[in-house]
């Protein structure tokens, strides 16, 4: 089984603060790294997938980057929201096949 | 807009039943897959496939089994349901490479009693 993991499992900021979560990986046979957002009685819906090491992606105010050499990936979120509050997971691709982290669980407080 | 639908969202049943959780996605997409999840443990693959009656196990495959009779449908079947088998069940669907995006179902809530 391999070991995808997440930091940290939760987080409680205030409305406004930046933040930013760390996912880990192994850095061989990598083929992508995904970022996904799951918010409470959704489905998980994709943010980023990235490929190349030194990715850089933006969507809005969540940004992420990739380092597959030492194999870690960063989310950034600035200037958080209430409506950011979700649980934010990460997933290892192989070759057709994914390994997911156990997520960071975000609470914005307003 | 995607869809990849779970028949069902919440069900109850006794130990020892046969249990099929079914999942159909409208994407034209090879890949399909049964994760679980369970508290501090992330999501755990189940099985996947990649082609219609093509299946490979995943990391957690004992007690259940698959079936992909068509492309746009992956069942899950657990052959005689257990407490431990007590979960949240999410289907997934993508097309072929890691490199795509995972399209996720709304999950499927399984109590054994």
């Known amino acids: 089984?391999?070991?995808?993991?997440?930091?940290?499992?939760?987080?409680?900021?205030?409305e406004g603060d930046s933040t930013n979560?760390?996912?880990?990986?192994?850095?061989?046979?990598?083929?992508?790294?995904?970022?996904?957002?799951?918010?409470?009685?959704?489905?998980?819906?994709a943010l980023f997938v990235m490929t190349l090491n030194g990715d850089e992606k933006k969507k809005g105010r969540i940004s992420a980057t990739l380092n597959t050499k030492e194999g870690y990936s960063y989310l950034y979120i600035k200037g958080s929201q209430p409506e950011d509050s979700a649980t934010y997971l990460c997933a290892f691709g192989g070759f057709n096949k994914f390994y997911f982290g156990s997520g960071t669980k975000l609470n914005v407080k307003p | 807009?995607?869809?990849?639908?779970?028949?069902?969202?919440?069900?109850?049943?006794?130990?020892?039943?046969?249990?099929?959780?079914?999942?159909?996605?409208?994407?034209?997409?090879?890949?399909?897959?049964?994760?679980?999840?369970d508290p501090g443990l992330g999501l755990?693959?189940?099985?996947?496939?990649?082609?219609?009656?093509?299946?490979?196990?995943?990391?957690?495959?004992?007690?259940?089994?698959?079936?992909?009779?068509?492309?746009?449908?992956?069942?899950?079947?657990l052959e005689s349901?257990?407490?431990n088998q007590t979960s949240m069940y999410l289907c997934a669907?993508?097309?072929?490479?890691?490199?795509n995006t995972i399209y996720f179902g709304e999950g499927s809530w399984l109590t054994v009693v």
């Open chain 2, 1 to 37: 807009d995607v869809k990849v639908t779970q028949s069902s969202r919440y069900l109850v049943k006794r130990t020892g039943e046969k249990v099929f959780l079914e999942c159909v996605q409208d994407m034209d997409h090879e890949n399909m897959f049964w994760y679980r999840q």
């Open chain 2, 44 to 77: 755990r693959l189940i099985y996947f496939s990649y082609d219609v009656k093509m299946k490979e196990k995943g990391d957690i495959p004992e007690g259940y089994s698959v079936s992909r009779e068509k492309k746009e449908r992956f069942s899950l079947i």
């Open chain 2, 81 to 83: 349901a257990s407490t």
């Open chain 2, 93 to 99: 669907s993508s097309l072929t490479g890691s490199g």
């Open chain 1, 1 to 14: 089984i391999l070991n995808v993991e997440q930091s940290p499992q939760s987080l409680h900021v205030q």
């Open chain 1, 21 to 45: 979560f760390t996912c880990s990986f192994p850095s061989s046979n990598f083929y992508a790294l995904h970022w996904y957002r799951w918010e409470t009685a959704k489905s998980p819906e």
